[in-house]
């Protein structure tokens, strides 16, 4: 009974970390990129920063982790 707790517990948190991997690695691949770089959204940080959280950068998610854990 223990020993399945504590696999559920460790599932939950290596999905939870990789999900926030993924995120992470999303919103640097974006800045990295320039893909937000707009003359007009330099001004307003909010909307710079909302920009980068959601341009999908790349096909997958599993792409991001893949390229986070690489380096």
Known sequence: MNKTIILVISIFFNIWFANTIIH?????????VGMCDDSKLEVDRMEWL??????????KSLWHLFYALQN
Do not use: D, P
Not at 50 to 59: G, M
């Open 24 to 32: 992470l690695e999303r919103f640097h691949y974006s800045v990295q």
């Open 50 to 59: 909302t920009c980068n959280e959601t341009t999908e950068t790349r096909t």
